[in-house]
Each structure stands twice: as C-alpha cells, then as structure tokens.
C-alpha cells in the first residue's frame, strides 16, 4: 500500500510564487492533515479536514489555502509564497474516530525553500 | 485548547539503560488520545504507542511504554534496553474533540555506545 503520497518532494520558490502541495491517502481515512516542521519547532498544524467538505485552521494557517477534494485528496497551497514559509511540510492523515483519533500516518515530507 | 509541553529539548542515554521522555499536556476534553512518535534522521515519522485517556492500564509496546498520570497531565514515554537505532527526535501528540493532533517540540535523544 502506498499510505499517504505527497509531491512534490522538493521544491524552490522566488518570494511572491504560487504552488500547490498535493496529498493522497488510500486508507479510506476520514481526515487530513498539513503540518510543517521547523527546527525547534516541533510539528505545527496549518490546516486540517476532519471529513470530506470540511476544512478548518489550525495552528499557524496564514499565508495558507488548502483543499480538500475529495475523501483522497487534501492540498496545501501557498499563493504569495514568503521566506518564511521555507519548511518541510507533512501530510497526514487519520481514521479520525475511534481510539483516539486513530494513528496519524504521514507522508514523506515536502522541503520547500522560498528565496 | 490543547497544548503539549517537552521540556527536553535533548537527552543522552547509554547503550541498554532505560530513558524517559517527558511529556505533559493540557486539554479541556474529557475524552483525548496522547501519542508517541519517533523520527529518524530519516526524516519520516513512526507511530510508537498511544493511550487513551480512560485507558486504566500504561499502554506499553515492546520496549517501549506509556507513563500515563492523568491527575498530573503527564504522559512520559519510557524506552527500556536502549538501542544505537533510538537515536533520533521523539515527538508527543495529544488528540482531542476538535479532531487535532497537536504535537509538542520534540526531544532529540541520543544513544551512546
């Protein structure tokens, strides 16, 4: 099983670029998340759709749009991207009931880089 | 709102001794999930042990275990045996109503032969 698919893997941006982080889970999960990570900053959440329609702000949401296209498809876009936006950026997701939420499972990770 | 706290930011364990990772929450939420996850130099994120906040037993996992005291908020993992392959960051996450998963700084730990 694939899990949960993110793309691109790498990506540089001039300040003032757009992009769209895509992700997709094939666990039939009920929620999604976008988490970015920086040094010393442990995980912090950006967005997050608890079910398919919804979508809600978490943490650190400006600058940040995101998507949630379907049951599979959740993604992250920056539309005037800022150095500060440089991170690596993780997709997730979750049965979102039961146990506590479920097991987070995670992506790879995005590193992006604005210049 | 919930909040995790590391207050490690680094630890140090030798070869085959046991180690704990300090972690406390806060949660207006009745019903939550606390979980541990480790991350490699790798990069990716392993799932290690969760528990639920009416469990009445320390969920443990292998070598590793859940010190779950709820009056205090705190959900400390232990890793007993440390191994070379337990160098790496440790994150703690609380789950709760809201449906978020919201982590804590992490702790980097590292193993010493």
């Known amino acids: 099983n694939a899990g949960v698919t993110q793309t691109p893997k790498f990506q540089v941006l001039k300040t003032g670029q757009s992009m769209t982080l895509q992700c997709a889970q094939d666990m039939n999960h009920n929620s999604m998340y976008w988490y970015r990570q920086d040094p010393g900053m442990g995980l912090r959440l950006i967005y997050y759709?608890?079910?398919?329609?919804?979508?809600d702000k978490g943490e650190v949401p400006n600058g940040y749009n995101v998507s949630r296209l379907n049951k599979r498809e959740f993604s992250l876009r920056l539309e005037s991207a800022a150095p500060s936006q440089t991170s690596v950026y993780f997709c997730?997701?979750?049965f979102g009931q039961g146990r506590g939420g479920g097991e987070l499972f995670f992506g790879e990770g995005s590193r992006l880089t604005v210049l | 709102a919930q909040k995790i706290t590391q207050t490690q930011p680094g630890m140090f364990v030798q070869e085959k001794e046991a180690v704990t990772l300090d972690c406390t929450y806060d949660?207006?939420?009745?019903?939550?999930?606390l979980f541990w996850y480790k991350q490699p130099s790798s990069g990716e994120m392993i799932f290690l042990i969760y528990q639920g906040s009416y469990d009445e037993q320390n969920a443990t996992e292998g070598r590793y275990s859940l010190n779950f005291q709820k009056a205090r908020k705190s959900a400390n993992l232990v890793i007993s045996a440390s191994q070379l392959g337990d160098s790496a960051m440790y994150f703690c996450?609380?789950?709760?109503?809201?449906?978020?998963?919201?982590f804590g700084t992490g702790t980097r730990l590292k193993v010493l032969a």
């Open positions: 996450a609380v789950f709760g109503g809201t449906y978020k998963y919201i």
């Open positions: 759709s608890a079910s398919e329609g919804t979508t």
């Open positions: 997730a997701s979750s």
């Open positions: 949660t207006s939420d009745q019903s939550y999930g």
